[in-house]
């Protein structure tokens, strides 16, 4: 039985369709998984360079006297820490410590940050931060008018500097450029940032702005290699770099410091914010179960949601992701687990279509950039 | 590839001598399902039914069930999948073979669609 939904469109829509995009339902979003195939466009973003089109990534505007203090009471990491100009990973947590969603705080000014949270959690978000509205702020949700393209891998900064006189050198990891102007498109956020594990940027625009970036990005970036690359690639590449997707490595129920995120959980920031308290618990008691990553040495793939066993045969755990890594061309699955089975070779066997199929516990990140 | 018969799920099968036939899937099916990483056979010398699982083919994003078309033993399965599963992908037709069966009825082939008529099927699927 199919059910008629009407799918929120990109900016970048009809450019998908019209370039061979395979466009699908991407949690409401027509987006495409793939354009030549997902193990080409993962390989071109760590060899080359890829471009992605994440307009349906959720934007908001928190601005006034209060803006810091605010975003700092709602997020895990250290708002004060943040320059004009610099970006921070964090995590918005429900009192018990599990997590809304994970975001990037964007400092513009002194009172004006922009919030960039999950597509699929926009409105959850915005809700929750409605409803923690503390002091002298505003917010607004801007994501239908904000676009965003991500360029990634090791040719991205070479590929995007023939288009702009901003010198894209000076832009550290975890730093931006406002007002940047790249081949006649005006008024883009250049972001050092990525899900991939790659260098790379990440471009928010206006969203009427976004396809003649796209179109001039691509030209550009044809002689280095560059390719459109769909949500799938984005989701091997993120995977083996361990970063976290929400509802898989972390959700309401795992959290940050459980998906190995515990960089951006300040517990011992100056300021309170929603689930300090449960974290630091969770912190000084000790992690009972962890995200590790698994190498399936028998035959198969793990998806998310199998089972994980003790090679005694008691349930231990889940998978959160698993597939075919393009990079290392193998069977990897990162899972969670109890923290006695996190250490290296480790045994354990996952349920793959009733059979018990041996796994072992690797180093994880499998990648990481050299 | 000539003489080819289709099912619905999408394989072909191709009659070699006697009652042995060569099972595979088609074109339209391993440009949908996208890149193929993991092929799982069935056993040699099973026996299988016709329209039922007995094995499963992965892309980097998901399962699919690999559906026999037709019922008997399975007497050869294409080891070469097990380090390649990228043939199926690259040549469905030849080398992406996946496994044959030695039929137990032969009439069940009647109930299976001629190249033309698999087109036409999965024209209607795409409109």
Redo the contacts between chains.
């Keep these: 039985m199919t059910t008629e939904t009407t799918l929120k469109h990109t900016p970048l829509y009809d450019t998908h369709l019209k370039y061979g995009g395979k466009v699908i339902d991407f949690g409401g979003w027509a987006l495409p998984v793939q354009y030549s195939g997902i193990i080409e466009e993962h390989e071109a973003v760590r060899n080359n360079a890829g471009l992605f089109d994440v307009s349906h990534m959720g934007e908001v505007m928190v601005e006034g006297k209060d803006a810091e203090s605010y975003i700092n009471y709602l997020v895990s990491n250290d708002v004060t820490k943040v320059k004009i100009n610099q970006a921070q990973y964090s995590v918005l947590c429900y009192p018990d410590g599990g997590a809304v969603d994970d975001l990037l705080v964007y400092k513009l000014a002194e009172e004006k940050y922009l919030v960039v949270v999950n597509a699929s959690n926009t409105d959850k978000d915005f809700a929750w931060m409605q409803e923690h509205l503390k002091g002298d702020v505003t917010i607004s949700n801007i994501s239908d008018e904000v676009g965003q393209v991500a360029i990634q891998g090791p040719k991205a900064e070479a590929i995007l500097q023939k288009l702009t006189e901003t010198d894209l050198s000076q832009i550290a990891g975890f730093y931006f450029a406002q007002n940047v102007t790249v081949d006649g498109v005006t008024d883009i956020l250049v972001s050092r940032t990525g899900y991939t594990g790659e260098d790379g940027f990440e471009l928010y625009l206006a969203a009427d702005k976004v396809e003649a970036l796209w179109d001039k990005l691509l030209e550009a970036g044809k002689e280095d290699g560059l390719k459109p690359c769909g949500l799938g690639a984005r989701d091997t590449l993120r995977f083996e770099a361990k970063l976290p997707l929400y509802g898989q490595e972390l959700s309401k129920d795992i959290t940050g410091l459980e998906a190995g995120m515990g960089f951006a959980i300040k517990v011992a920031k100056e300021s309170d914010f929603i689930g300090k308290d449960a974290l630091a618990k969770l912190k000084e008691e000790g992690l009972k179960r962890k995200i590790v990553g698994l190498e399936i040495t028998g035959r198969g793939i793990a998806r998310h949601d199998y089972k994980v066993f003790s090679t005694s045969g008691e349930e231990i755990g889940t998978v959160t992701t698993g597939t075919h890594s393009p990079t290392l061309k193998k069977s990897l699955a990162l899972a969670l687990v109890p923290t006695e089975y996190t250490q290296v070779g480790t045994e354990v066997k996952i349920e793959i279509r009733n059979k018990q199929v041996d796994a072992v516990v690797v180093k994880s990140p499998f990648y990481k950039r050299g | 590839m000539t003489n080819l018969l289709y099912s619905k799920d999408h394989e072909w099968v191709q009659q070699l001598e006697g009652n042995r036939v060569r099972i595979g899937i088609s074109d339209y099916a391993q440009h949908s399902l ?2 193929i ?2 092929v ?1 056979n069935p056993e040699v010398d099973s026996e299988v039914k016709a329209n039922e699982a007995v094995g ?1 083919i ?4 998901a ?1 699919s069930d690999l559906i026999t078309p037709v019922s008997g033993a399975v007497v050869s399965v294409n080891e070469e999948l ?1 380090d390649a599963p990228q043939s199926i992908n690259e040549q469905p037709f030849d080398g992406g073979w996946i496994f044959e069966v030695e039929l137990s009825d032969s009439e069940e082939l009647k109930g299976l669609l001629s190249e033309e008529e698999y087109k036409a099927f999965i024209s209607e699927g795409e409109e």
Excluded: A, L, M, T
């Design positions: 996208g890149d990483v993991f799982e499963s992965e892309s980097v994003k399962v097990e």
